[in-house]
């Protein structure tokens, strides 16, 4: 479990004395890591009730193409970039800013895959 509240350290490199553990509130979860493959989705209950659908594997995106206005569901071919680490291009995981090969051509991605559930692209010129 991930603790989600303030730090332990005070600026002064000290240390804060928690007078309690944590709420069911402050507990996060493990990270999805969307891969490329076969469809696979989980859906997790959220605070008030709600759901999240948490994608595992995806095949497919949906890209937008700005210059025709079009947009298509198309294949994921291969992730080529990613600014947030390095190490996801290897382990081929699609997270929000990752750069895709798809059938339409390379795309940047718009949407949460391990929090809506789906790949929305937009096609890079």
């Given at each position: 479990m991930q603790w989600q509240g303030r730090s332990v350290r005070k600026p002064s490199g000290g240390r804060y004395h928690t007078s309690q553990g944590k709420k069911r509130t402050e507990i996060g979860r493990a990270p999805a890591e969307t891969h490329i493959g076969e469809e696979r989705r989980r859906i997790v209950r959220t605070f008030g009730g709600n759901q999240k659908v948490r994608a595992l594997r995806l095949e497919y995106a949906t890209v937008s193409n700005?210059?025709?206005g079009e947009t298509k569901k198309t294949k994921i071919e291969a992730v080529e970039a990613n600014s947030a680490d390095p190490n996801y291009v290897r382990r081929k995981l699609l997270t929000k800013g990752?750069?895709?090969?798809?059938?339409?051509?390379?795309?940047?991605?718009?949407?949460?895959?391990s929090q809506d559930g789906v790949v929305?692209?937009?096609?890079?010129?």
């Open positions: 700005p210059a025709t990752a750069i895709i090969k798809t059938e339409m051509g390379r795309a940047r991605i718009v949407s949460r895959p929305n692209a937009v096609l890079l010129a």
